[in-house]
């Protein structure tokens, strides 16, 4: 089982990324996926969910409305579109699923908002 991140970068407030997780040894689609993100000093904390059966998704009040969690069960990838970032969005992002009862995490991924 492997997660590998993609995506992040340097993007001014107000800006957008789209983050992806590519998955291999598992399929995506028959689990849940989440997006956490941690942030220099801070606790790692969860920031999307999507589950498998349905697709549905769920946030963390600081994204609503701005962060999509979504899959691309032919490329068995899952995306985090990021918009109207701001300032307190800048962290390391990491991709999560848990597969035969093992929690497991890609390398992570900068997102960096800055003027």
């Known amino acids: 089982v492997q997660l590998v991140e993609s995506g992040g970068g340097l993007v001014q407030p107000g800006g957008s990324l789209r983050l992806s997780c590519a998955a291999s040894?598992?399929?995506?689609?028959?689990?849940?996926m989440s997006w956490y993100r941690q942030a220099p000093g801070k606790e790692r904390e969860s920031v999307a969910a999507?589950?498998?059966?349905?697709?549905?998704?769920n946030y963390a009040d600081s994204v609503k409305g701005r962060f999509t969690v979504s899959r691309d069960n032919a490329k068995n990838t899952v995306y985090l579109q990021m918009n109207s970032l701001k300032p307190e969005d800048p962290a390391v992002y990491y991709c999560?699923?848990?597969?035969?009862?093992?929690?497991?995490w890609g390398q992570g991924t900068q997102v960096t908002v800055s003027s």
């Open positions: 999560n699923t848990i597969h035969s009862w093992h929690d497991y």
């Open positions: 040894g598992f399929t995506v689609s028959r689990h849940a």
């Open positions: 999507i589950t498998s059966a349905g697709g549905r998704t």
